[in-house]
């Protein structure tokens, strides 16, 4: 009769008493030991099945059967919806960009996202000057743009919330970077002005202006 001083050593460290322990271990591996019924781990330690040290062996066995059960399970390979969503449909997290498809021309704002008021008018004031765009409040008597004669484009058109978003990370991120920054308010993109540039192999290069509106 063999002892295997691994699988003692190991009983022991479970809290099983060296006598017992050895008894277990007498011909037995863990492996073994778990797999015994009742009425053998009695045999084995010697003890009555109605005894406290039964018991007790018992409930220790059978616990680190459980713990191999619950090891085993855990190392199951099982396919997720969020699994799914992050590798066979990217789509689910990366919004598609239409300012990245090839028929959809080039499209920016005048100026920067973050821009004064008086900057993001003179810039649009030279922009715009070909139009002659630029005329006298009537009520305050300072000079104005009429911007609402341009084409509108809604902020909810997915080209402009392209654009509102690409802008909104950059600003969170200089936010994070400088925090006396001042972030973007909300709404900063109505009444800002898009810029679209269109080229033809026949018409060469176009530009076109457009009006960011909050409705029709």
Same mark, same amino acid.
């Given at each position: 009769m063999v002892v295997k001083s691994a699988t003692k050593k190991r009983l022991m460290e479970l809290g099983i008493s060296e006598e017992y322990?050895?008894?277990?271990?007498?011909?037995r591996n863990m492996t073994q &030991?778990?797999?015994?019924s009742p009425e053998d781990l009695s045999r084995a330690l010697g003890v009555s099945k109605e005894s406290e040290t039964f018991h007790k062996i018992k409930a220790i066995v059978a616990e680190q059967g459980n713990r191999r059960r619950a090891?085993?399970?855990s190392k199951k390979i099982t396919i997720r919806s969020k699994a799914i969503d992050d590798y066979d449909r990217p789509e689910i997290t990366m919004r598609f960009n *239409?300012?990245?498809?090839e028929i959809? *021309?080039?499209? !920016?704002?005048l100026g920067g996202a973050n821009i004064s008021d008086? !900057?993001?008018?003179?810039? !649009?004031?030279? !922009?715009?000057? *070909?139009?002659?765009l630029l005329e006298t409040d009537s009520e305050t008597g300072?000079?104005?743009?009429?911007?609402?004669?341009l084409p509108k484009i809604l902020i909810t058109d997915p080209v402009v919330q392209a654009i509102k978003e690409t802008c909104e990370k950059a600003d969170i991120a200089e936010l994070a970077a400088n925090p006396e920054h001042s972030p973007l308010p909300a709404g900063? &993109?109505?009444?800002r002005v898009l810029k679209v540039i269109r080229k033809s192999p026949t018409a060469g290069v176009t530009v076109a202006y457009r009006l960011i509106v909050e409705g029709s």
């Open positions: 322990s050895h008894k277990l271990a007498t011909d &030991i778990k797999q015994l090891a085993k399970k *239409p300012l990245n498809h959809v *021309p080039h499209q !920016e704002l008086e !900057e993001q008018f003179d810039l !649009e004031k030279d !922009e715009l000057s *070909p139009w002659g300072e000079p104005r743009l009429a911007k609402e004669l900063w &993109i109505a009444d």
